[in-house]
Antibody, heavy 119, light 106 residues
Framework: QVTLKESGPGMLQPSKTLSLTCSFS??????????VSWIRQPSGKSLEWLAA???????YYNPSLKSRLTVSKDTSNTQVFLKITSVDIADTATYYC???????????WGQGVMVTVSS | DIQMTQSPSFLSASVGDRVTINCKAS??????LDWYQQKHGEAPKLLIY???NLQTGIPSRFSGSGSGTDYTLTISSLQPEDVATYFC????????FGGGTKLELK
């Protein structure tokens, strides 16, 4: 059974760095073809793909946010991390991690973690 | 970057109605188009992948069609449990979502 779960700080101040963790089970990111992505959704708005990391350690970023994003994974291949630097109010959103096989559709999603940027 | 334009953004329909939602890509996406359903407070749920493939466990009243830049999600007979927001996703080049369609009961 594939499951993913996001965790994060809940709230942080503008200009700080947001650190998020995606913990997953039921698959290994060392398996060929596996990809884990980060996606966010401001309240009442659409979804925005942010970044992805694949089984080979290759990383992919949304060009509009690339300078602020860093995606990484742990050596056990059961966690993926996302850092967003210099956050502001516009980064307030629910952040999801999701799995794809190769660069396909997102078949499994986490429940999401809400992050509020506020002074 | 590929842009996805979804329409309508809001839709009101009655139980039993046939409902269609459209997505238009800014360039040919070669049928790499998926549809998701999102209910309030939940993560998106995959309905259809690669234009017309029904995900396991999804009712057959949901179907998808399209090619090139134009794609459609159809609900053949709207049920009360279908009230949700629907998103399209292209995965031809990285990933881009449509703006969403909020479906309500009339």
């Amino acid at each position: 059974q594939v499951t993913l779960k996001e965790s994060g700080p809940g709230m942080l101040q503008p200009s700080k760095t947001l650190s998020l963790t995606c913990s997953f089970s039921g698959f290994s990111l060392s398996t060929s073809g596996m990809v884990v992505s980060w996606i966010r959704q401001p309240s009442g708005k659409s979804l925005e793909w942010l970044a992805a990391i694949d089984w080979d350690g290759d990383k992919y970023y949304n060009p509009s946010l690339k300078s602020r994003l860093t995606v990484s994974k742990d050596t056990s291949n059961t966690q993926v991390f996302l850092k967003i630097t210099s956050v502001d109010i516009a980064d307030t959103a629910t952040y999801y991690c999701a799995r794809t096989v190769v660069t396909d559709y997102f078949d499994y999603w986490g429940q999401g973690v809400m992050v509020t940027v506020s002074s | 970057d590929i842009q996805m334009t979804q329409s309508p953004s809001f839709l009101s329909a009655s139980v039993g109605d046939r409902v269609t939602i459209n997505c238009k890509a800014s360039q040919n996406i070669n049928k790499y188009l998926d549809w998701y359903q999102q209910k309030h407070g939940e993560a998106p749920k995959l309905l259809i992948y690669n234009t017309n493939n029904l995900q396991t466990g999804i009712p057959s009243r949901f179907s998808g069609s399209g090619s090139g830049t134009d794609y459609t999600l159809t609900i053949s007979s709207l049920q009360p449990e279908d009230v949700a927001t629907y998103f399209c996703l292209q995965h031809s080049s990285r990933w881009t979502f449509g703006g969403g369609t909020k479906l309500e009961l009339k």
